[in-house]
């Protein structure tokens, strides 16, 4: 996520999230490898170079955004999803007369159920950052 993309997920957040609501932008996800490449290729490095460490203890192959019970009463709002505070009351009565056997069908968002970025869908991401072209236009004013 830039700069740009979680400034623009407080502002809609400002504009359509409520107290307890919990707002999760639906981007693509990248693996290291590929961002490693894509960089690689934008700066001149060479692929050979990159060295793969393994996973180290404890880390997460992917990352949970919205676990299964969200999804159940999250609310698609194009590119994001809102999950609403739990305010339900506690007469379970009603659970037992009218019941709810419908629900959403996502059952997980993750970044590893999520597009997946290719190397070129990296390097525009990267590109597009004004940081990330300050600094090609750096090593192209150098040649």
Known sequence: MSLEEAVDLV??????????NILVQKAPACMIQIQAEAVCELFGGKKEDIKVIGIRHG??????LLTNEECAHAIDLGNFYRVPCDKRGLN?????????????????????N??????EETKEKIAAL??????????????
């Open 59 to 64: 880390e997460k192959m992917y990352e949970t």
């Open 114 to 119: 999520t597009k997946l970025l290719t190397v």
């Open 92 to 112: 379970y009565d009603k659970y037992f007369t009218e019941g709810n056997i419908e629900r959403a069908k996502l059952s997980e968002f993750n970044s590893n």
């Open 11 to 20: 502002l809609f957040t400002f504009e359509y999230g409520e107290p307890g």
């Open 130 to 143: 004004t940081y990330i072209q300050k600094e090609l236009a750096k090593e192209i004013q150098s040649y």
